[in-house]
């Protein structure tokens, strides 16, 4: 069946500038999860959903992050006035439940300039 | 503090070589582990998993692991390597609902 998918799977923003970035699970996981993926280093977790239900957002780097999941299954990382160390890999995953296993999309990667 | 430790940064192995990529963990109970491999410019496919019982895993593309408690180590192995397992490899732990990742271990596959 299908994965996880993300897009865009590449962006260029200038600093200051609001992104985007959308997510779309394997359809009836549960659990939706974004990591962010400096160069060089594993991801780091960002933030977690259960359903429509944001249970924990205490990896987000500051208040210009904001995630959504409005019905269940897309979501939506959106960061506000892009700084250049927002540049990163942002990976979206999702599982059956909180303690399955985690599959992991292409990631989008944000140049921010 | 809770973590997972990939001491190698980088290997390089011949291929039909063996291949040991080693991984460490820090955690009060045993976690569920993971190994992980991103090729350049993809996501995180995985390899194997270890939840409970044998401590010997199998998983795709000819990879095992085994998890030994008394050495806190979930070590990845391959008999014979091949170009195409270049990549980057990345073991986690899961600790309720969040994955903890090592830091990554860069593989090279010479000819």
């Known amino acids: 069946g299908a994965g996880v998918s993300q897009s865009p799977r590449y962006k260029v923003a200038k600093r200051g500038q609001d992104v985007a970035l959308r997510c779309d699970p394997i359809?009836?996981?549960?659990?939706l999860f974004w990591y962010q993926q400096a160069l060089g280093q594993g991801p780091e977790f960002l933030t977690y959903f259960q359903n429509e239900a944001q249970l924990d957002k205490s990896g987000l780097p500051s208040d210009r992050f904001f995630a959504e999941r409005p019905e269940g299954s897309v979501s939506t990382l959106k960061i506000q006035r892009t700084q250049q160390e927002d540049s990163a890999v942002y990976l979206c995953?999702?599982?059956?439940?909180?303690?399955?296993?985690?599959?992991f999309g292409p990631g989008t990667r944000l140049l921010v300039l | 503090a809770q973590s997972v430790t990939q001491p190698d940064i980088h290997i390089t192995v011949s291929e039909g070589a063996s291949l040991e990529l080693r991984c460490n963990y820090s955690?009060?109970?045993?976690?569920?582990l993971f190994w992980y491999v991103q090729s350049p410019g993809q996501g995180l496919q995985l390899l194997l998993k270890y939840f409970s019982g044998d401590t010997l895993v199998q998983g795709i593309k000819g990879f095992e692991a085994e998890f030994k408690r008394s050495q806190s180590s979930f070590n990845l192995r391959k008999p014979s390597v091949h170009w195409s397992d270049a990549a980057e490899y990345f073991c986690a732990a899961l600790n309720d609902y969040k994955l903890s990742f090592g830091a990554g271990t860069t593989v090279t596959v010479r000819a």
């Open positions: 995953a999702s599982s059956l439940n909180r303690v399955e296993t985690q599959y």
């Open positions: 955690y009060g109970a045993t976690p569920y």
């Open positions: 359809s009836g996981h549960v659990s």
